[in-house]
């Protein structure tokens, strides 16, 4: 487990949790929990996924969640406007 920290919302997840979760809600469409988690801050008003990705050293991962978002909304989006389906639906 991530170490305790009452101010930070995402504190208490797994390693696990902290690896995976940004892709589960990717697969499952919940672009809106995923937007949601990525801003999230802390009682010091600090990024809390940054801050939980930093406390167990996978800022790696960090990177790799926010850079990886963008690209994927923009794809959405893209779809969107051209009339296709999208297997992304807001929540």
């Not at 930093?54 to 779809?79: E, F, I, M, N, R």
Request: without cysteine; hydrophobic residues 30%.
């Amino acid at each position: 487990m991530v170490e305790t920290d009452n101010s930070n919302p995402v504190a208490q997840l797994t390693r696990y949790e902290l690896r995976h979760l940004v892709a589960h809600l990717e697969q499952s469409g919940r672009i809106g929990d995923l937007h949601r988690l990525l801003a999230l801050e802390t009682g010091e008003q600090r990024n809390a996924w940054y801050e939980a990705k930093d406390a167990v050293g996978d800022l790696q991962g960090y990177l790799d969640d926010v850079y990886t978002y963008p690209q994927k909304l923009d794809h959405v989006l893209s779809d969107i406007s051209e009339g296709k389906s999208s297997t992304w639906r807001q929540k």
